[in-house]
């Protein structure tokens, strides 16, 4: 039962580089979130999407986009990276009003 | 709109005694409330939630959190800590949007130092 998976779990990035987060769940749930997290401003939402081919912008949408390409996958892009986005990405989802599920994580450099 | 308030960045303790960690929140309809830990260099654990039911919420590890709707609170205790409490704690709220749908919104975290 492997849950919310992310993939990679590290990347290094040069400066205006692209790459594309992915993300999977197999609980069957409908609602997915991107989160960044930062020391001391906690997980701050990106993007989320309630159902599968809709997407919405969470706190700090700027310098990414989404795709929610079927119920099961959620994927994070950045189409030109800058040091500002250094950061752990976190994957989740969950069902309209339960606790959400999260992956391990992924953890992103820009240099 | 839907936002959470941590009311302490760090919170030391001495092991055995009391834990508070203190969560404020602002929404517009019937919230749902969680606590999550994150251990360092780990993911994410849930606590406790809250979503309409009972007011006092148990959870893992001998936490709990009471879901006080006057006071727009919804506070972690723990009646003894332990040294392996140590981490960070995070608040979350979640609520119908004017969209109608449910975003899942963290607090920034308080960080709990435990002493021996």
């Known amino acids: 039962n492997a849950g919310v998976t992310q993939t990679p779990k590290f990347q290094v990035l040069k400066t205006g580089q692209s790459m594309t987060l992915q993300c999977a769940q197999d609980?069957?749930?409908?609602?997915m979130y991107w989160y960044r997290q930062d020391p001391g401003m906690g997980l701050r939402l990106i993007y989320y999407?309630?159902?599968?081919?809709?997407?919405d912008k969470g706190e700090v949408p700027n310098g990414y986009n989404v795709s929610r390409l079927n119920k099961r996958e959620f994927s994070l892009r950045l189409e030109s990276a800058a040091p500002s986005q250094t950061s752990v990405y976190f994957c989740?989802?969950?069902?309209?009003?339960?606790?959400?599920?999260f992956g391990q994580g992924t953890r992103l450099t820009v240099v | 709109a839907q936002s959470v308030t941590q009311l302490d960045s760090h919170v030391s303790v001495s092991e055995g005694t009391p834990v508070l960690l203190r969560c404020n929140y602002s929404?517009?309809?019937?919230?749902?409330l969680f606590w999550y830990v994150q251990h360092p260099n780990k993911g994410l654990q849930l606590l406790l939630k809250?979503?309409?039911?009972?007011?006092l919420v148990k959870g893992i590890n001998g936490f709990e959190a009471e879901f006080k709707k006057s006071e727009t609170s919804f506070h972690l205790t723990k009646p003894s800590a332990h040294m392996s409490d140590a981490a960070e704690y995070f608040c979350?709220?979640?609520?119908?949007?004017?969209?109608?749908?449910?975003?899942?919104?963290f607090g920034t975290g308080t960080r709990l130092k435990v002493l021996a």
């Open positions: 609980m069957n749930h409908n609602s």
């Open positions: 929404s517009s309809y019937s919230p749902s």
């Open positions: 989740a989802s969950r069902e309209r009003v339960g606790e959400a599920f």
């Open positions: 999407s309630a159902s599968e081919g809709t997407t």
């Open positions: 809250y979503t309409s039911a009972a007011t």
């Open positions: 979350v709220v979640s609520d119908r949007g004017a969209s109608g749908t449910y975003k899942y919104i």
